[in-house]
Each structure stands twice: as structure tokens, then as C-alpha cells.
């Protein structure tokens, strides 16, 4: 029997590839909030390391901040780089809307 019957319908087997994937997502983004983006870290870097801002933010979002969409269904997670006036990160964290 191929391996794709055994996650029964096709709604079925949707459903479960997406949760597989939202928890290796969720692992790859608390692992690069505990170990690659660090307070006082220069806008440049974070940047080189993550790419551009998304143009659609979130309302969590202020001026100057980074915001990189990281999912979007029914409501969309987000996460957010905020710096302080020297341009270095201040905080990072994933927000639902």
C-alpha cells in the first residue's frame, strides 16, 4: 500500500502533512530566536540574515520594524524585529493575528 493511503482521505492526509509542517516551522523559528537573532544585534545583520521586511506588516508592527510573515491561513503568524535608536535589535518575537 503506498505510504499516502495510509493517512486515509485526501482532506485527511492535507491536514496532516500541514501539521507536520507547522511543527517543523515552529522548531526552525523558536531555534533562530534562541540562537541567531540576538538583542544588540545591527539592523544589517539581521537583514542579511532574513532578507527584507514582507511588505504586508501587522498591526504589531511600528515604523522601522522588520516583519516576516510566517504563516497565513485563517489568521496569519508574524514575526516581528523591533530595534532601538541605534538600529540594534531590541526584541523578536512571532505574533498571531
Known amino acids: 500500500m503506498p505510504s499516502w493511503l495510509s493517512w486515509g482521505t485526501p482532506s485527511e492526509a492535507s491536514s496532516t502533512a500541514r501539521e507536520q509542517w507547522t511543527r517543523v516551522r515552529d522548531d526552525m523559528v523558536a531555534d533562530l530566536l534562541q540562537h541567531d537573532l540576538t538583542e544588540g544585534m545591527p539592523r544589517s545583520a539581521v537583514v542579511q540574515l532574513l532578507g527584507g521586511s514582507d511588505e504586508a506588516g501587522t498591526a504589531a508592527a511600528g515604523p522601522g520594524d522588520e516583519v516576516y510573515k510566517l504563516s497565513c491561513g485563517i489568521d496569519c ?21
Open 77 to 97: 503568524s508574524w514575526l516581528v524585529v523591533q530595534f532601538d535608536v541605534e538600529d540594534r535589535l531590541s526584541d523578536a518575537t512571532v505574533w498571531n493575528d
